[in-house]
Nanobody, 122 residues
Framework: VQLQASGGGLVQAGDSLRLSCVAS?????VAWFRQAPGKEREFVAA????????NYADSVKDRFFVSRDAAKNTVYLQMRSLKSEDTAVYSC???????????????????WGQGTQVTVSS
């Protein structure tokens, strides 16, 4: 599975931004993680391919929405009400045994796309 993330940029606090992740090949779930300078990689959201069921980190719940478009093999992360603390490099990821694993843990993913920078100015 190859992944390609895009859509990052520089926005102001309160703005919205949509990230895209093209995921070639079949997959059980795709997740978004982010990493800010000097911090550990953090789970953001994940979506299951079959039913579109999603789960979110508490820090982004009700602000971020993850979805998938089967026809385009693309997963989206719609981000709203952005805050300065959302500034990070965002990466999408998937893995080959996720149906048995915790989707919130980065170590369970073995395919990663290149990150896209999101910068939120206050």
């Amino acid at each position: 599975v190859q992944l390609q993330a895009s859509g990052g940029g520089l926005v102001q606090a309160g703005d919205s931004l949509r990230l895209s992740c093209v995921a070639s090949g079949g997959w059980y779930a795709v997740a978004w993680f982010r990493q800010a300078p000097g911090k550990e990689r953090e789970f953001v959201a994940a979506v299951k391919w079959r039913d579109g069921k999603a789960n979110y980190a508490d820090s982004v719940k009700d602000r971020f929405f993850v979805s998938r478009d089967a026809a385009k093999n693309t997963v989206y992360l719609q981000m709203r009400s952005l805050k300065s603390e959302d500034t990070a490099v965002y990466s999408c990821a998937t893995g080959d045994r996720l149906h048995r694993l915790d989707l919130t843990l980065a170590r369970n993913y073995n395919s990663w796309g290149q990150g896209t920078q999101v910068t939120v100015s206050s």
